[in-house]
Antibody
């Protein structure tokens, strides 16, 4: 079964760092783009950026450039989304998705992140 | 950046009705890279339509997609109770990728 499994819920304080993960299985993780999507409470979906695990080619949406870091470790079929200094406005659900078979049909279950003092 | 504008914001219909959801792009979008997603509360988005008109795996044939220039449409021919959800269009042909703001399909 082709699937993405994300790391668990996080509760953090402003200024703290965080790295969440997205592990692929059942397909060639290296050869398909992975994307990250933010959904703030009660709001719509926002593309954050994408990474090609094979060579770590990474592209950020302008709103997220400089705010987060997307990376991948192809040896363990895992992509990451990282913050150096969290803000309360980073509170959201974060999804990863794979461009498997040229369509964004495989999604992780989501990682809720809560940032509050 | 390509802006996708979905209308209406909320659509109130009854089971058995036909639903027509619109997605208008601010500039040309290749139909190859236009998708529709369904999202229910507490769930990840589910791909319904890709390449503007191709149904994803296990998607019922009451769902269909079409395009006309920069206008894309998702049609649900006969609503079932499980179809009431939020629907998003998405383009991934031009970086940065973008979503529409969503259409909430609610029970009348």
């Amino acid at each position: 079964e082709v699937q993405l499994v994300q790391s668990g819920a996080e509760v953090k304080k402003p200024g703290e760092s965080l790295k969440i993960s997205c592990k692929g299985s059942g397909y060639s993780f290296t050869n398909h783009w992975i994307g990250w999507v933010r959904q703030m409470p009660g709001k719509g979906l926002e593309w954050m950026g994408i990474i090609y695990p094979g060579d770590s080619d990474t592209r950020y949406s302008p709103s997220f450039q400089g705010q987060v870091t997307i990376s991948a470790d192809k040896s363990i079929s895992t992509a990451y989304l990282q913050w150096n200094s969290l803000k309360p406005s980073d509170t959201a659900m974060y999804y990863c998705a794979s461009l498997y078979n040229s369509r964004w049909g495989v999604w992780g279950q989501g990682t809720p992140v809560s940032v509050s003092s | 950046e390509i802006v996708l504008t979905q209308s209406p914001g909320t659509l109130s219909l009854s089971p058995g009705d036909r639903a027509t959801l619109s997605c208008r792009a601010s500039q040309s979008v290749s139909s190859t890279y236009l998708a529709w997603f369904q999202q229910k509360p507490g769930q990840a988005p589910r791909l319904l339509i890709y390449a503007a008109s191709s149904r994803a795996t296990d998607v019922p044939d009451r769902f269909s997609g079409s395009e006309s220039g920069t206008d894309f449409t998702l049609t649900i021919s006969r609503l079932e109770p499980e179809d009431f959800a939020v629907y998003y269009c998405q383009q991934y042909g031009s970086s940065p990728y973008t979503f529409g703001q969503g259409t909430k399909l609610e029970i009348k």
